[in-house]
């Protein structure tokens, strides 16, 4: 389940994280007006190439526990590729501890709910949905702790769109067909 919607989180990168670190180092820039556009552009990325998770796998021969857990952890992704930006504003301002304080945070809560599912006798959803909250929490964390370096806002600025998108899509598909030649074995 994770693999298969992990191969739509990957591609819904389209080389956004490599461009927002390089468009926010230099001194002078006006990293609230480019973050919030290139976080958005990912917004918009992930829901696009993340949504279609749940409506590719009905198209595979898997069981329907495995057709509803890629429904359930897509929302993992989403907060998963959300995060991976807030980590690269991170790495500007050499605050990774930022970063690593809210994946073990994360990670703890993800381990305490799939121990607790263990011991309750709980089914794959629930064990599913731990991975889920657990993201959730890593990225209000990481939201939280940003607020120190940026104003976060959704921003649509057209021209900006456009010049990141020309920057990224060599990435973009670079990035693709990796994970259809690394990946698709194991979608398969």
Known sequence: VIAFVQFFGVVADMGLYMISIKRISPSGTDVD???????????????????LAPLVVLIFPYPAIVKTGVLVVTGMNLFVALNQLLVGLYQKELTMFRASAGE???KLLTLGIVALAVVWHQSLYFILFAFVIGSLFILLLSLLFARKFVRLRLR??????????????PIAVTIALNIIYFRADTIM
């Open 156 to 169: 649509f600025d057209w021209p900006v769109w456009l010049d990141v998108l020309k920057e990224s899509w």
């Open 104 to 106: 073990v945070l994360g």
């Open 33 to 51: 007006h480019i973050f919030g556009n290139i976080f958005t552009l990912r917004l918009v990325s992930a829901l696009f190439f993340v949504g």
